[in-house]
C-alpha cells in the first residue's frame, strides 16, 4: 500500500535553531498537509499545499514557518528558530482528488525543543 | 469558530462489547466527515469515511445527522486490538471543493479488556 514518508522519525534541536522536517508524499496525490500534534493534545492543521503553493495556512503557521517542495517528490516544512512550545509531533499528509478522500498521514517527526 | 467535539471518555469496555462514539461539528456547510484511530504516539489512520446515508464496513457502522450537525460511530463485537483513540474528522471546505482541510476532534479513547 501507498506510503507517506517522514524523516527523521525523532529530531532533537536547541531552541532558536533551525530545523527543516522532511516528507514524501504518495507519489500521485495533488494536495498536501502538514499538521502537528502537541502531546496530549489534538491534531491541529498548519498548512495545506496545492500547485506549488500555499492553499491555505492556519494562526499557528506564521512568519517561522515555511514550505517547500524543492524538486517534486520532496515536501519539507522548516522552522527558522525553534521555540520550547514547537516540541511537538509532526505529520504530513497527502490526498488524491476528491474531498471525500481522506488523507493518508505519514508517521510523523517528532520534535523535541530543548 | 470551527470545531469538532467528541465524547470526552475514555471507554473502558470488556472484548464483545459494543460501542458507541458521538461527535458534533459546528460548521454546518461542511461536506465530508471520517473516522479515524489513533494509536499512541502514532499517526491518525483512515477508517471511514462518513456517507450521508450511512455506510458499513464489517463490525464499523458510521452515521451522518446533518440536520443535528452529528456523525456517530459504532463498534460491535469489539476486540482488544480496536483499542486505541478514535477521532472525529470534517474536512473544513464549506463548498465542497477540490481543496480544504481537516479538522480533527480531540478523539475520544477505547480501552477493550479481556
Known amino acids: 500500500e501507498p506510503e507517506v514518508t517522514q524523516t527523521p522519525s525523532h529530531q532533537v534541536t536547541q531552541m532558536g535553531q533551525e530545523v527543516i522536517l522532511r516528507c514524501v508524499p504518495i507519489s500521485n496525490h495533488l494536495y498536501f498537509y502538514w499538521y502537528r500534534q502537541i502531546l496530549g493534545q489534538k491534531v491541529e492543521f498548519l498548512v495545506s499545499?496545492?500547485?506549488?503553493?500555499?492553499?491555505?495556512k492556519s494562526e499557528i503557521f506564521d512568519d517561522q514557518f515555511s514550505v517547500e517542495r524543492p524538486d517534486g517528490s520532496n515536501f519539507t516544512l522548516k522552522i527558522r528558530s525553534t521555540k520550547l512550545e514547537d516540541s511537538a509531533m509532526y505529520f504530513c499528509?497527502?490526498?488524491?482528488?476528491?474531498?471525500?478522500?481522506?488523507?493518508?498521514f505519514g508517521s510523523g517527526t517528532r520534535l523535541t525543543v530543548v | 469558530r470551527k470545531e469538532v467535539e467528541q465524547d470526552p471518555g475514555p471507554f473502558n469496555v470488556p472484548e464483545g462489547a459494543t460501542v458507541a462514539f458521538n461527535c458534533t461539528y459546528s460548521n454546518s456547510a461542511s461536506q465530508s466527515f471520517f473516522w479515524y484511530r489513533q494509536d499512541c504516539r502514532k499517526e491518525p489512520k483512515l477508517l471511514m469515511s462518513v456517507y450521508s446515508s450511512g455506510n458499513e464496513d464489517g463490525r464499523f457502522t458510521a452515521q451522518l445527522n446533518r440536520a443535528s450537525q452529528y456523525i456517530s460511530l459504532l463498534i460491535r463485537d469489539s476486540k482488544l486490538s480496536d483499542s486505541a483513540t478514535y477521532l472525529c474528522?470534517?474536512?473544513?471546505?464549506?463548498?465542497?471543493?477540490?481543496?480544504?482541510?481537516?479538522?480533527f476532534g480531540k478523539g475520544t479513547k477505547l480501552s477493550v479488556k479481556p
Open positions: 499528509a497527502s490526498r488524491d482528488r476528491g474531498v471525500y478522500n481522506g488523507y493518508t
Open positions: 499545499f496545492y500547485n506549488n503553493e500555499i492553499s491555505e
Open positions: 474528522v470534517v474536512n473544513s471546505r464549506a463548498d465542497g471543493g477540490s481543496q480544504g482541510n481537516l479538522i
